[in-house]
């Protein structure tokens, strides 16, 4: 059983006992807090000193949890911080803080506590006296590029305005407060810090081993602290390339996985580097054969075997490959993809769930060649089977959970050689038609979207836009004019997708009450009365409605409604997936 040695202590006993030499090691994430966090930090410590503004009638007896540290003593004999770094490095600010405050004062109380301080953010000797060239702290934060700021604020106590890191931002903001502190309290200056000191409690989590110390930093990711899992998987490959004497290469690697995560994902959970590692569980399952519709949590899939699947020669460059294929999706790397499958990708982006691009990610991962490249005529069949396939799936079977049982399926097809057809999911034809016809195409609704995008890029002449291109749902039909004359006489057909295309945002809401024979201009674009040109639509549809209609009427709206949905049922059958 893996030892543990757990006893809360006050900030003084922690910080000044001559085992704390902390590092914070060059796997971990960058200082992250602002001022909000330090705003609440504050706020809390002194409502715990001062009850009620009041210095007298704290009671020395009362103690106050800040929180948990884990460590453990590398080879080095230094306590390497596994969890808590946020809260350990703007202690250290608020410390350095008040010390730098204390100056020259010669009260007794004030010498003592500044002495005190010393203690807790520079190494002593037996006496006590603490060295200002030594700190009790050391940061190798490889992606930390401001760690030597956040180093020279401990030694100096000095911070001008021109720096803007997180750490000088907040050295400042608790300067400010312990200047504010000190012209209302000066008599009662020394108590606040001596019962930070004396009374606020961390609870130091020594575990024997990295090992043992991550598995706590699992645990308490578990229940609830602001922790990610890439942040363990990078431990744990760190330890990895560690005794593979490369761990160099790998925090730079890590680094721009990072960076390029940074830019192109922005998932609702988790972080950036949590979804290329999600992306890429879906190409691990498939290859172990695994086509059960619930999904592990992403840290329980990884940790099995301890972490096995993270210890493999191939996991990081295949993770960097996969990241730079994304990469190139979201920037439409023209020497990468033709100008067809940029327009299905751009279609995909607004497909009604997610699961297209775990899907994606297991076709490119097994079917890429030694330069990195899907074989052009292939992929495009691929993207235009998938498009087909989940757009019908979601008006039989709403919902990306009922979607899994299908596409994992056709996941292990992928890794074992074996066409994409969707051959037990077959749909029948009528009864598709009619879930189409009677469905009601909400804008709130994400297969709205969908099949407005689809139908936009089912012309031939729709140009491609930058995939950053924000597009709203018009209704051509204004339903401004429908309460103003109530001339449809099938209400429902204002919501239908005949009345309804994907129009950028900007002319979206420029156009949107207008009558027909209004919204023309805004549709082609025109100059307004400062000579302001106004750019138009770039759907091309919208643009041939806008030059061949002086109207859209009713009529308008039902014969486009039948073409939309006998265009997809067509676009189903030339993709095989009708029964």
Known sequence: MSKLN????????????????????????????????????????????????????FDSNEEYFLGSIVTFENENNKQEVIDGQQRLTTLMLLLRAFYAKFGNMQDEKSKSTQKRISQCLWKTNEFGEANLNVLKIDSEVATDNDKEEFLDILKTGNVNKEQQSNYAKNYRFFQEKIDAFLNEYPS?????????????????????SQDTALRI????????????????????????????????????????LEE???????????????????????????????????????????????????????????????????ND???????????????????????????????????????????????????????????????AYSFTNPGVNALRTPVYAEMINIVTGKAVNFADFKFDENTLSTAIT????????PITKSMLTWWAFNNDLQSLP????????????????????????????????????????????RASDYRFTDKIKYYQGFTNDKGQSKQGTINAELLNLATSKSDFTEKDIENRNRKIIDGFILFLKENELLK
């Open 6 to 57: 757990v006893d809360q202590k006050t900030i003084m006993l922690l910080f000044s006992d001559k085992k704390s030499d902390f590092l914070i090691p060059d796997y971990q994430r960058p200082y992250a807090w602002e001022e909000t966090q330090c705003q609440t930090l504050w706020d809390d410590i002194f409502s715990f000193a001062f009850p009620d503004n009041n210095c007298d009638k």
């Open 217 to 256: 930093f699992s645990t308490l990711n578990d229940r609830g602290l602001p922790l990610s899992d890439a942040d363990i998987f990078k431990a744990q490959f760190y330890k990895y390339y560690s005794v593979k004497s490369a761990k160099e290469s790998f925090i730079e690697q890590w680094k721009e």
């Open 329 to 391: 999706v979201y920037h439409q790397n023209p020497d990468r993809f033709s100008n067809s499958i940029l327009k299905k990708l751009f279609v995909l982006n607004y497909a009604p769930n997610g699961m297209w691009t775990y899907f994606l990610s297991v076709y490119f991962l097994q079917n890429k060649d030694e330069n990195e490249q899907l074989e052009e005529n292939k992929l495009d069949n691929f993207l235009t089977k998938i498009i087909a396939f989940v757009w």
């Open 188 to 208: 009662y200056f020394a108590y606040l810090p001596a019962r930070i000191l004396g009374n606020c409690i961390l609870l130091p989590v020594e575990a024997e």
């Open 438 to 445: 009677n469905f009601e195409f909400k804008n709130g609704r």
């Open 260 to 326: 390029v995560c940074g830019r192109i994902f922005r998932p609702l959970n988790g972080t950036p580097m949590d979804e290329l590692f999600t992306r890429y569980m879906y190409f691990i399952r498939a290859k172990q054969g695994n086509k059960s519709s619930t999904t592990e949590a992403l840290r329980k899939f990884y940790e099995k075997d301890k972490y096995s699947i993270l210890k493999k020669d191939e996991t990081l460059p295949n993770l960097k490959i996969l990241a730079n294929f994304w």
């Open 466 to 509: 930058t995939f950053n291109t924000t597009f709203e749902i018009e209704h051509i039909f204004a339903k401004k004019r429908q309460e103003n004359d109530k001339s449809l006489q099938n209400i429902k057909n204002l919501e239908s997708l005949g009345n309804k295309a994907i129009l950028e945002e900007k002319i979206n809401i």
